[in-house]
């Protein structure tokens, strides 16, 4: 069967269901060019290869469609695509060259820079005076060049009593960067002697708006538990600014579940969950639903802060939305394809970040894989029979097939992980794949406890102390299972050496295309 027929397509049993639905699966074969067009261009020789092989992939998918239109659109999009590529490799180049030339010389680098919402004061320790730390925005040298493809990270120290930064502030620091020339991060160490304040912001902006309301929401967060309690709840709902501990944060990466904490595709599809139930009870039908659900997301988005990971999340599920109110019939692999297809354009240098590469290899995975996985998982479970005269299934199958759906999902974004993990990190969490069937499930007490008590708090604040109770223990039983299941022997699977780039990209390819060959 072919990949159309077997993933949302138009084939004949949809057509004898009822009306038919059109789908905008054409997308997903475009989607799916230029991805592979970037992911090859990267390998060959990185950004340099990059534009010519996403043309040349694009516009070969289109002589294979024979698509003069699509082609056409796909060509003009792609030039305009190479030229912001070729515009972000020659100022790549001259900041490169400035900071070269600064380090050479032990000089102090001038930028500009904004200061950005994630700012946050640090206490160093005892007898040691706190400073504040935020990621810049707007990088640039005097002349203009933007500070590319680097984060520019911030330590301001300000003496006692001075003011210190304000979100939306415009700085021009001159300061000697800590980090080498090809790393992704620098840092500067800020002071007023060498830090001149150029702007403050007109009014507050919306950013700062949002992050005031961060801090009080958070502080509802913190009512009637621990302060270290408060904190895994805050990062889970709303994206804390404070850090988890390294060596706490060490101990749910070894276990697999490292994913749980972090605001990820996880959280923002339980939130997505939360307000679909609450639409469908106020008695709003599909195409008002997903309408309503885009905007709602893209605030929680913004209220969060926009990490990166929910960003790409609340793309794919924008994209997915998009079909009820295009009178369109959702696809999800056209949803994940076209949304990295849009990340990729803003920025090709996603093809090389970790983080990105798990998102969306681990949701194709789990996309590709659990049909397959699923049917024989409820056979061996004695699961498949359907319901008796068309009523509701008995509770003991009903739990049995969501063992097997966890199971399947489970499996299938272990499988997916698997080749980048032993890559990037050449280690792999054998016991995930058991915690993974239960302690992914505790996350929606704890996100759909935190929103209330967050958003009702000031309210009810007897209400707020017993849901952060409930987010506690939940935590807390998560903690202790993770630490239980490292305590027993071969957990953790720690590899030689490395996985070479070359069989991890098979090995990828290989996990990708068999759920195609076999269906």
């Known amino acids: 069967m072919g990949t159309h027929a077997a ?48 043309a040349a992939a694009a516009l ?14 796909c060509l003009a999009c792609l030039c305009l695509f190479a030229a912001r590529g070729a515009d972000r490799q020659a100022h790549a180049a001259r900041f490169a060259e400035a900071l070269a030339e600064a380090q050479a010389q032990d000089a102090p680098l001038p930028l500009r820079l904004t200061v950005g919402p994630d700012l946050r004061r640090v206490d160093s320790g005892p007898n040691r005076p706190a400073y504040h730390r935020f990621t810049a925005q707007s990088p640039t040298l005097p002349d203009g060049t933007p500070a590319l493809p680097h984060v520019v990270k911030v330590n301001f120290r300000a003496p006692a009593g001075s003011p210190p930064p304000a979100i939306g502030q415009a700085w021009l620091i001159r300061a000697r960067p800590v980090g080498a020339a090809d790393a992704k991060t620098l840092t ?7 830090a001149t304040l150029l ?3 007109p009014h507050p902006t919306l950013r700062a708006r949002l992050a005031a309301l961060r801090a009080h929401l958070a502080r509802n967060l913190a009512r009637g538990v621990t302060p270290g309690e408060a904190l895994y709840a805050q990062t889970m709902t709303l994206g804390a600014d404070r850090p988890i501990p390294r060596e706490e944060l060490q101990v749910f990466a070894d276990a ?11 959280h923002v599809g339980v939130v997505a969950a939360l307000l679909h139930l609450l639409l469908g009870w106020a008695g709003l039908g599909p195409r008002a639903r997903a309408g309503l659900l885009i ?16 960003a790409r999340a609340t793309l794919m599920a924008t994209v997915w939305l998009l079909g009820p109110c295009l009178r369109r019939k959702p696809d999800a692999l056209t949803a994940l394809s076209l949304s990295a297809a849009l990340l990729l354009a803003h920025d090709p240098t996603l093809i090389g970040d970790v983080g990105a590469l798990l998102s969306f290899l681990t949701l194709a995975g789990i996309l590709l894989w659990t049909p397959l996985l699923l049917p024989p998982l409820l056979r061996r479970l004695r699961a498949d029979a359907p319901p008796a005269r068309g009523g509701p299934l008995p509770l003991g199958q009903a739990w049995r097939r969501a063992q097997a759906f966890l199971a399947a999902v489970s499996l299938s974004a272990w499988l997916a992980a698997l080749p980048i993990c032993l890559c990037v990190f050449g280690r792999v969490s054998l016991i995930g794949l058991l915690l993974n069937l239960v302690l992914p499930g505790l996350t929606v007490p704890v996100v759909w406890g935190g929103l209330a008590a967050a958003l009702l708090g000031d309210l009810l604040p007897g209400l707020a102390v017993a849901l952060n109770c409930l987010s506690a223990a939940c935590l807390g039983f998560v903690t202790l299972a993770a630490e239980a299941a490292l305590a027993l022997p071969g957990a953790v699977y720690e590899a ?6 070359a069989s991890a990209l098979f090995l990828q390819l290989l996990f990708l295309a068999l759920p195609l060959l076999l269906r």
């Open 188 to 194: 500067l160490n800020a002071n007023p002697r060498n």
């Open 60 to 73: 070969g998918v289109a002589w294979l469609r024979r698509a003069a239109a699509p082609a056409a659109l």
């Open 496 to 501: 030689d050496a490395l996985l070479d780039p």
């Open 295 to 310: 905007p709602l997301l893209g605030g929680y988005l913004l209220l969060i802060g926009a990490p990166p990971a929910a």
């Open 256 to 266: 697999g579940i490292v994913h749980v904490l972090s605001i990820s595709g996880l």
């Open 199 to 201: 702007r403050d912001p």
């Open 7 to 54: 993933v949302g397509g138009d084939g004949p049993a949809t057509q004898a269901a009822g009306p038919r639905v059109p789908a905008y699966r054409p997308l997903n074969g475009w989607c799916l060019g230029a991805v592979a067009g970037a992911a090859l261009g990267w390998f060959l020789g990185g950004p340099w290869w990059l534009w010519p092989t996403l």
